[in-house]
């Protein structure tokens, strides 16, 4: 291990199938997961100039077919608090990669836009940014991220993959030309990232937050990064077949491997605990 002189972290800057899921438009219909919920069309969620479909209620929602986002479109904006999406097993999808986001907030929206949010069960493809809860910075009194989950989804974009403030990301899988899964606050664990293509990239950025059984592999290792962190806690997590490893600023990390050729750098205070380094 060996320190570094300056470090620049990339996070400072089974399926269920779908059956007699169409009822009438306007009509909530059953999804047997959630309870009662209504479908993600046309008549009950329509999309504006930026968005193809946009949910302005709290309450449950599901898809009953894939989603198409075009180029510089939001596939599901969401402007809403309490709001749950039930993918189904379905892909929001965007055209060779130049779709906008799979979903994200509405311009401008506020903190609270994302609390007691939840998305399950289904992909996000072919977009330039998969899923997007980020917050601007918070005003005296606004609520923090703190309940949203994402979990049980597949990504495959071209920039990110997914970026939360706080919340939670679970047996999420992301495939990215760019960055996977960036936390600000909040957890990440069971998930996966794959690094494609050759430019830059790292598998999970995270400031003040944490990793559990999380794995990061590269198709090139050519600038490639595992794991930075900053002031958070790593454990039971690799990083193979990328250049750096685990580049951490403060915190921890616990029963670890990695294969890179720059398996550490750190610094500040940073505790080791039964890791696998070479």
Known sequence: ????????????????SAQNLQPPAGVPGETGR?????????????????????IRASGSYYLSRDVLVQPGFVGIEIAADSVTIDMNG???????????????????????????????????????????????????GETVLE????????????????????????RCAVRTLGDGVIMIGGIVR????????????????LSEASAVNCIVRADDPTDKSGFSGLRSSITECTAVAVADGFVLIDGMAARCYTSAPNAVQFLGQVSFFDCNFP
């Open 190 to 205: 069971d998930s996966s990232v794959t690094l494609a293509g050759t430019g830059r990239g790292g598998g999970f950025g």
């Open 34 to 54: 959630f309870g009662v919920a209504t479908e993600i069309n046309a008549d009950n969620t329509p999309g504006d100039a930026n968005s193809s479909f946009k």
């Open 147 to 170: 309940e949203a989950l994402v979990e049980d989804m597949t990504f495959d974009v071209t920039r990110q993959g997914v970026q939360l403030d706080g919340g939670v990301v679970r």
């Open 1 to 16: 291990m060996r320190p570094i002189i300056a470090a620049s972290l990339f996070v400072v800057p089974g399926l269920a």
């Open 90 to 140: 379905y892909t929001i999808r965007g055209f060779f990669g130049v779709g906008g986001f799979g979903i994200a907030p509405q311009d401008g929206a506020s903190a609270q836009t994302f609390t007691g949010f939840r998305l399950h069960n289904g992909h996000i493809r072919e977009v330039q940014d998969g899923f997007s809860a980020r917050r601007p910075i918070p005003q005296q």
